[in-house]
C-alpha cells in the first residue's frame, strides 16, 4: 500500500475528484502545452455535477481562455473524466489529453503508463496488518512509524493544524454560502448555543456538529480542508479529535498517533475498494471517514487492536448503501450535514466496540468487499451525478 501522504492532502474544496484533480489535470496540461485557447469536455460525473462542484470554474482559472463543455456521456473507464484540447492563433488542435479524476486528487492520463509512487507498506489488508502488528507486538501507529519513517510525525502535526485552521475559520464566519441553494451556515450558531451547564450528552452533539459543520462549510465555499479521505468528506475527523482532545485532554502526539491509524484504515479502503463517490456511492466517502474516525477514537483511548477493528467495521457498515446525491451538484445539501451525522456515529461506534468486540463476526476487510460491490451495484444516478435521490426530488426555486 501506499503512504497515508496520498491520503491526506490539504488543498480547497469543494471536491477532491471534481476540482482538485482536474485543477492538476489542467495545470499539467498547460505546462505540455502553452497554447493560445482551449477547450476542455467534462464527461459522467464530473459533468452532471460541474456546476455545483466549481469543475469550470477551477478550470477557467488555470488555462484562461478555455471553453468548458458538459457532456451528457459516461466514459466506462471511469465516470470522472475530462478531455483536454489545445489550439493555436489559427484554431488548429496542437494538443490533446484524455484524463481520469480517480478521487483524493489523484489524477490518470490515459496512454501514458501511471507512474506510481513506491509502496511504502508490505500488506495488502487490515488482517495482515492486524497480524503483523499482534506478532510484532506494536500499535498500528508503531506501525505506520517503522514502515513511513520518524518523518511521518511532523507531516501529521501539519495534518492536524491544517484541519485546527478550517475549524476555526469555519467557526468565525456566517454568510450564506455560494450557490444557487442559498445556504446559511450554521457552524457558528451552533457553537454559539453550547451552555456550559447543558447536560454533557447535548453539549457533546452539539460541539462535535459545529465543528464538522465548520470543516464542511469551509469546503463549499471553496476553502482550504484536509483530505480525510476526501473534501466532501473532511469534516467527520477533524470534528471527532478536536472535541475528545477539548474534553480529554488529548496531547498533540496522541492525535498523531490516532491519525496515523486512521489513515491505515482510509488507505485499506483506497486500496482494496474506493473513496470515490463518482465510483461507490457516498459510503465510500463519508463511510471512509466515519470508519477512520471510529479507529481514530479508538486509539485515542487505547482500545486493543481488534477493538479498533471492530469500531472502524460497524462505522462502515453501517453506511452500506449510502448514496451520493449532492442537489444541484452542490456540496452541501446532504455534504455538510451527512459529515456531523458521521462524527457522532463514529463516537458511538466506538463505544459499542469496547462492550461488544468478544462477539462480532464480521471482519473490516470483508466490509471494505462487500461497500466496494454495493458502489459498483447501485445505479450511476446515486453516484455524484445528482440525478437521483434528494438531488432529482429536491426541485431548486
Known sequence: MKSIRELYKIGKGPSSSHTMGPER?????????????????????LSLTGKGHLTDKIIEEVLKDVKVVFSSDFIDVHPNTLDFYAYDEANNQVGYMRVYSVGGGTIEIEGVPHEESEDVYPHQSFDEILTYCKQEKIRISEYVERFENTEIRSF?????????????????????????????????????????????????????????????????????????????????????????????????????????????????????????GAEAGCQAEVGSACSMAAAAHAELFNLSLDQIEYAAEIALEHHLGLTC??????????????????????????????????????SFDLVVETMFETGKDMPANYRETSCGGLAKKYQIK
Open 25 to 45: 489535470a489542467a495545470r499539467l496540461f498547460k505546462k505540455q502545452y502553452p497554447s493560445s485557447h482551449y477547450k476542455v469536455i467534462l464527461f459522467g460525473s
Open 156 to 276: 501529521l502535526k501539519g495534518i492536524w493544524d491544517a484541519m485546527n485552521r478550517s475549524i476555526d475559520e469555519g467557526l468565525s464566519k456566517s454568510e450564506v454560502l455560494p450557490g444557487t441553494l442559498k445556504v446559511q451556515r450554521k457552524a457558528k450558531t451552533l457553537f454559539d448555543k453550547v451552555i456550559k451547564k447543558e447536560p454533557s450528552e447535548i453539549k457533546e452533539n452539539r460541539l462535535v456538529s459545529a465543528y464538522a459543520f465548520a470543516v464542511n462549510e469551509m469546503n463549499a465555499s471553496g476553502g482550504t480542508i484536509v483530505t480525510a479521505p476526501t473534501c466532501g468528506a473532511s469534516g467527520t475527523m477533524p470534528a471527532v479529535l478536536r472535541y475528545m482532545q477539548e474534553r480529554h485532554g488529548f496531547t498533540d502526539d496522541k492525535i498523531i498517533d490516532a491519525l496515523a491509524v486512521a489513515g491505515i484504515i482510509g488507505n485499506v479502503i483506497k486500496h482494496n475498494a474506493s473513496i470515490s
Open 325 to 362: 446525491d449532492p442537489i444541484g451538484g452542490y456540496v452541501q445539501i446532504p455534504c455538510i450535514e451527512r459529515n456531523a451525522v458521521a462524527a457522532l456515529r463514529a463516537i458511538d461506534a466506538c463505544g459499542l466496540a469496547y462492550f461488544l468486540s468478544d462477539s462480532r463476526k464480521i
